[in-house]
C-alpha cells in the first residue's frame, strides 16, 4: 500500500517532519529536500507572456497574457508583479490550482494600443522586495497586433520603502522602446498639426479683412 503525500509538504522549505500513524502505532520521519535541485521538487515558472488585446469590466484595454506553470503536485502560494515604462501594476494571484498544472491571467496595462510595450513579469512568494525560493523574472517586448518578444532575467528585488513616501517608486525603464513610442506620438500629431495650421492660417485672414475694412 502506498501513499502520495506531495500535497502535505510545503516545498519552499529545507525541512521537514512527517508524523505517519496506523492504530496502535506511530513512526515520525525527519528529512531534507532541496527544492532548487535536479531531484527535488518542481518550482513554479512563467511559461509565456504575450501582449494582447482584452475586453476587462466592459472596456477593450491593452493587457499582458502570463502563464504560469507548475508542475509538482503541491499548491504555491504564488504572486505575480508586472511593470511597464506606463504601469506599475499591484500584485495578482500566481497560484495555480492543484488539480492542474497551468495558470493564465490577464494583467491589464496603461498603453494605449497603438504604442510598443516593453517590462518586466516577476513571480515571487511573500514579499517582492525579499529574496524567496521561488522567484522568476522575465523580460518582454511586443505589441497587440504583433508578436512579443521574452526573454529570462535574474530575479531581481524591488526595494520599497513603505516608511518614506518621499522614495521614488521602483519604474522600469527602456531608452529604447521610449523613443519609439516618441516617434509613434510625433506621427500621430502630424495630422493634427496640419488642421491647427489651416485653422490658423484662415483666422489670420479673417483679422486681416476685417483690418482693412476698419
Same mark, same amino acid.
Not at 498544472?101 to 518586466?120: I, K, S, Y
Not at 531581481?156 to 529604447?176: G, S, W
Given at each position: 500500500?502506498?501513499?502520495?503525500? !506531495? ?6 522549505? $529545507? ?19 532541496? &527544492?532548487? !535541485? ?5 518550482? &513554479?515558472?512563467?511559461?509565456? +507572456? ?12 491593452? %493587457? ?14 504564488? $504572486? ?12 495578482? !494571484? ?15 496595462? $496603461? ?19 525579499? #529574496? ?6 522575465? #523580460? ?8 512579443? #518578444?521574452?526573454? $529570462?532575467?535574474?530575479? #531581481? ?21 521610449? %523613443? ?11 495630422? +493634427? ?13 479673417? +483679422? !486681416? ?6
Amino acid at each position: 500500500m502506498s501513499y502520495n503525500l !506531495s500535497s502535505s509538504v510545503t516545498a519552499n522549505q $529545507d525541512q521537514h517532519r512527517l508524523r505517519v500513524g496506523t492504530v496502535g502505532d506511530l513512526t515520525t520521519y525527519e528529512f531534507e529536500l532541496n &527544492p532548487n !535541485s535536479l531531484s527535488g521538487i518542481p518550482l &513554479p515558472k512563467i511559461e509565456n +507572456v504575450e501582449v494582447t488585446r482584452a475586453t476587462l469590466d466592459g472596456e477593450e484595454t491593452t %493587457a499582458l497574457r502570463i502563464t504560469v506553470r507548475n508542475e509538482a503536485n503541491v499548491q504555491y502560494l504564488t $504572486d505575480i508583479r508586472v511593470t511597464t515604462l506606463e504601469t506599475n501594476f499591484r500584485p495578482t !494571484s500566481g497560484r495555480v490550482p492543484i488539480e492542474e498544472n497551468r495558470r493564465t491571467v490577464l494583467v491589464p496595462l $496603461d498603453e494605449e494600443p497603438e504604442m510598443v510595450v516593453a517590462g518586466e513579469v516577476r513571480l515571487y512568494t511573500g514579499w517582492v522586495h525579499n #529574496e524567496s525560493r521561488i522567484s522568476d523574472q522575465v #523580460e518582454f517586448e511586443g505589441t497587440v497586433d504583433g508578436e512579443t #518578444e521574452v526573454w $529570462d532575467r535574474e530575479f #531581481e528585488p524591488i526595494q520599497i520603502d513603505y516608511a518614506n513616501r518621499d522614495v521614488e517608486e521602483y519604474q522600469y525603464r527602456n531608452a529604447t522602446v521610449k %523613443a519609439k513610442n516618441d516617434e509613434i506620438w510625433r506621427e500621430r500629431l502630424k495630422p +493634427v498639426a496640419a488642421v491647427a495650421g489651416v485653422m490658423l492660417v484662415g483666422i489670420l485672414l479673417v +483679422v !486681416s479683412l476685417l483690418s482693412r475694412r476698419r
